[in-house]
């Protein structure tokens, strides 16, 4: 198997995510860390894998690829007989798991990402939390996890009766989110707090947080 | 074949996104027009099909689903042997068209949404536009279609030869963004505007826009 690489940031939630990837289908892979409070995320030789300046970006022997969920995506089809099957082969089922990385993407993730920045990464470099934008995201995340209750109490993930990638790819910001007030969101809605247990408890994460050793050791 | 169903309304992008895909793959199928001007999107029997309150929805025989991305990936993985082959088989080319979806859905698509909003809608209903907002988001988006621009420096389309449904899903913000003052975005970036040049003459897209008769009759 040609190497696989992973370039990131362990505290980074797109890093994360990928990683967790990596670890579901029992990957080996090098992990390149960027640093990013000195910029290497915006220099060269990194800005050749990303030009967005982002991470994580990734390489499976000559292949290159950048935005997490493409990753996720390309390591989910291209090494299916590995691992946690994350995917279908049944077309409605994946149509449906399509549907929700969806969901994730254009009506989760903007609010739930907002709150990890106001609530986890503004304190943590001395900068004030703001109240009215916490607010207004509880407000659109409440919104959305609503739906999440409903079809968690149909089914016991997102897309059905397995773990998939569309339940994997919420994991980094619900993480960092149940450390603040947020997980009030997430614990008063029943089907979706067990949800949350479920998941965050899987072998694979914990190899994820594994990888952050200075967050760990706090 | 099952009855075919896209709902929603021929002037949203996101309907205009699943419309090109099903005439790209040379579908029949029955468009229900959704009041939005009514309210409708937000009320039974609509919502059922889409719990967000937004247009489209889509149902394939006893599947419905929404979300424009996922609707569209729905019918070319379904279709994939009808009308435009938009996929590929092969793993290292759909890795690049997947990266690509991502480019447009986590770059391109908010500040291009934006600039519709302000430009092309707001006027519409009488509101005034926000010139800090335009150009903020013709800022964001200059330095978007400046990667856009040495990509397909590269390539006739953003991931490949082949025009793919990454190249599909940015007709509709593409469309009205050449009615106003941005298109100096992408007619100053000489790729970029050959690209748009080509992508917005196909025959599908301009069945897309014989379904906005009213748009077309002004």
Redesign the interface.
Known sequence: MATIRLHGNPFSTATMRAAASLHEKQLEFEFVLIDMKNGEHKKEPFISLN??GQVPAFEDGD?K???S??IT??IV??YADKGTQLISKE??K???L??W???E???YDQPASKLVWELMVKPMYGLPTDPAAVEENEGKLGTVLD?YE?TLSQSKYVAGECFTLADLHHLPTIHYLMKTQSKKLFESRPHVGAWVADITARTAWSKVLAMQPLLSSK
């Open positions: 030009p967005f292949l690829l950048f935005e969920r493409a995506q390309y089809h291209e077309s409605k994946m149509a449906k399509r549907l990385l969806e969901v993407s254009q009506h739906f409903k």
